[in-house]
Nanobody
Framework: VQLQASGGGLVQAGGSLRLACAAS????????IGWFRQAPGKEREGVSC????????YYTDSVKGRFTISRHNAKNTVHLQMNNLKPEDTAVYYC???????????????WGQGTLVTVSS
């Protein structure tokens, strides 16, 4: 099972980034997929989850209205569109599976290397 996040980078506050999660070794179709992030010196924070068929999405309060999670099962990928980015969004972002809890969005069995998002003020 491998999950690879990509699409991070440096962006100014108010800008946008689109993260991608590619899976190998298993079929994403059957699993709820999520994103969590970890900023330097801070605890891991759950960001978002999407159900296996994409019918339900969940977000932590700090990103609601700014981030959108989506999935394309035929391509075995999940995306996180991040708009109106803020400096406090700076972190390494990881995609992970499965979403064990839709309440904290922070419990998973598998995750891969993350991608760094840096938002400058």
């Amino acid at each position: 099972v491998q999950l690879q996040a990509s699409g991070g980078g440096l962006v100014q506050a108010g800008g946008s980034l689109r993260l991608a999660c590619a899976a190998s070794g298993f079929n994403l179709d059957y699993y709820a997929i999520g994103w969590f992030r970890q900023a330097p010196g801070k605890e891991r924070e759950g960001v978002s989850c999407i159900s296996s068929r994409g019918g339900s999405t969940y977000y932590t309060d700090s990103v609601k209205g700014r981030f959108t999670i989506s999935r394309h099962n035929a391509k075995n990928t999940v995306h996180l569109q991040m708009n109106n980015l803020k400096p406090e969004d700076t972190a390494v972002y990881y995609c992970a599976s499965p979403c064990v809890s839709y309440s904290d969005l922070n419990s998973y069995f598998y995750w891969g290397q993350g991608t760094l998002v840096t938002v400058s003020s």
